[in-house]
């Protein structure tokens, strides 16, 4: 069984008993977490498409820990003109774990 979920404006493909990381969640560690904006839920045989989401379905999903993504650099230069320009972002990430799907 799967369904696809949008998480913080992102669609996610998630199914029981695995582990993802998504966009920062305002949700305390080791805390439940439902989402009902389901686009897709299907169970190997009938799949159902919302318009735009599933009435009835939901998700569950359990809160792991709040860290930061890798760092990435952004470094622009002009040649010849004396431009450096060096900056580094590091996005804010939540993992979770999908506990029950329905």
Do not use: C, W
């Not at 493909?13 to 989402?35: G, L, M, W």
């Amino acid at each position: 069984m799967f369904a696809v979920v949008d998480i913080a404006g992102q669609q996610f493909k998630v199914a029981e008993n695995t582990k993802y990381y998504v966009p920062r969640i305002a949700a305390d560690q080791d805390s439940t977490v439902t989402f009902d904006n389901i686009l897709l839920l299907s169970d190997g045989k009938n799949t159902k498409v919302g318009a735009p989401k599933v009435e009835g379905a939901k998700v569950t999903a359990k809160v792991l820990e709040h860290l930061k993504d890798d760092k990435v650099v952004v470094f622009k230069k002009k040649r010849r003109k004396s431009y450096k320009l060096k900056r580094g972002h590091r996005q804010h990430l939540t993992r979770i774990e999908i506990t029950k799907i329905g």
